[in-house]
């Protein structure tokens, strides 16, 4: 067979995105037709800047989505070397290529012989996976801690403030590259972390429903015993896996849900700790203002609790700020960890994140640029994506 001509490279990567498309034509339909229904979300799609950054966000996502669920996407398995691959150029046949093989490498091979496009698409999975949900564990932290620091204020906000600021002292690359560090991790330092921060979510969640039903007892208790008795045994299986051998090691394994890769724990929990202290600052400061506001007094008149006040006051009226900052510091996280990919650290070695094969890339760049190019542009483009959205949502939140 003879290589692929760049026009057909094109047409064949744009076929293999074909679920994708059909996805985002049927949301972007769907949103625009019922926009009006759909709060500041459907306010996006008033919003070309916010419209553009929300399709780039949402490629990815659905790529991630379609590539680890129904393992689509892919031409070829992300870690398969195939004899005679090494470095060649993008759209060359498959040597010894057998009945219901992809009978091109698209984007090429890398310095292991092993097909870029597919490891450039399995990335995706790695990175949608991880930043979005440890930036989301790293604002209920935020949250549960700025809210009441705000409130009160007094030594609560005192002691709270200093250790925020002093975890901010360190710069944000440093603090996360000891983190991940091999000798950190021996030390099971990680593994302590991961009991703490983990139990925020559950924390947040039940005092969120109790602070709404806490008058209504019928429904209170039965409630709250339900989410923490499933919420403990996803807690439980996290800090296991996190904890096995140094700190937790009293949990069934039958009961353990699920089993999580040491190297992505590691980089999850140094995400939620590295951003915690930011969104704790910014939640914070929201409260100081918001506090103030005739609203919050009305609530205070009529006896609610504190932490309804802080929860179903005075948090829905920081949302804007909050759900631009959300999107912004995904982004940031998806550049952490292309940072730590790109030094060999956290994940393993073989791993198809984009950090990790944009390092593998540079090694050979002055001889062959088209491992290192893929990956590049996928952090790019979901990187800038989720800046234009998050320009999109402050357009749109500031003309409320």
């Known amino acids: 067979m003879d290589p692929l001509s760049w026009g057909e490279i094109i047409v064949r990567i744009f076929a293999q995105f074909t679920p994708v498309w059909i996805a985002l034509i049927v949301t972007f339909v769907a949103s625009i037709y019922y926009k009006s229904y759909l709060g500041l979300y459907g306010k996006i799609f008033d919003s070309m800047i916010g419209m553009f950054g929300f399709g780039l966000v949402m490629f990815w996502v659905y790529t991630a989505f379609f590539t680890g669920v129904f393992d689509l996407i892919v031409t070829h398995d992300e870690f398969t070397q195939v004899s005679g691959m090494k470095n060649k150029a993008p759209g060359t046949p498959l040597r010894g290529a057998g009945e219901g093989d992809y009978a091109y490498y698209l984007l090429g091979g890398d310095n292991l012989a092993r097909d870029v496009f597919s490891r450039m698409v399995k990335g995706s999975t790695i990175v ?182 802080m929860l179903w006051e005075i948090l829905p009226n920081a949302r804007g700020p909050l759900i631009v900052d959300f999107c912004l510091r995904i982004g940031y996280t998806i550049i952490l960890l292309g940072t730590l990919g790109f030094f060999g650290l956290g994940l393993e070695s073989e791993s198809p994140d984009w950090g990790t094969s944009i390092n593998q890339g540079r090694r050979l760049i002055a001889a062959y640029i088209h491992p290192l190019i893929p990956p590049a542009i996928s952090l790019l483009t979901l990187v800038l994506g989720l800046n234009l959205l998050a320009d999109g949502l402050r357009e749109e939140s500031l003309k409320d």
């Open 128 to 309: 949608i996976a991880i930043s979005p949900l440890a930036t989301m564990f790293a604002f209920m932290v935020g949250i549960t801690l700025g809210l009441p620091a705000g409130y009160y204020g007094g030594k609560l906000d005192t002691i709270l403030s200093f250790l925020a600021n002093l975890i901010l002292a360190f710069p944000v690359i440093l603090l996360f590259y000891l983190l991940v560090t091999p000798e950190i991790v021996a030390t099971g330092i990680p593994s302590y972390m991961a009991t703490v921060l983990f139990s925020f979510p559950l924390i947040f969640i039940l005092i969120l429903l109790d602070s709404k039903y806490g008058i209504r007892p019928g429904l209170r208790w039965p409630l709250l015993g339900s989410v923490f008795f499933v919420g403990f045994i996803i807690y439980a299986s996290l800090i296991s896996e996190a904890g096995r051998g140094t700190l937790v090691d009293i949990w069934p394994n039958w009961l353990d849900l699920f089993n999580i890769d040491a190297g992505v724990l590691v980089v999850f929990v140094s995400v939620v700790f590295v951003n915690s202290p930011t969104v704790f600052r910014i939640v914070r400061g929201l409260t100081l203002d918001i506090k103030t506001r005739d609203y919050v007094a009305a609530a205070q008149t009529r006896g609610e609790t504190p932490w309804y006040i």
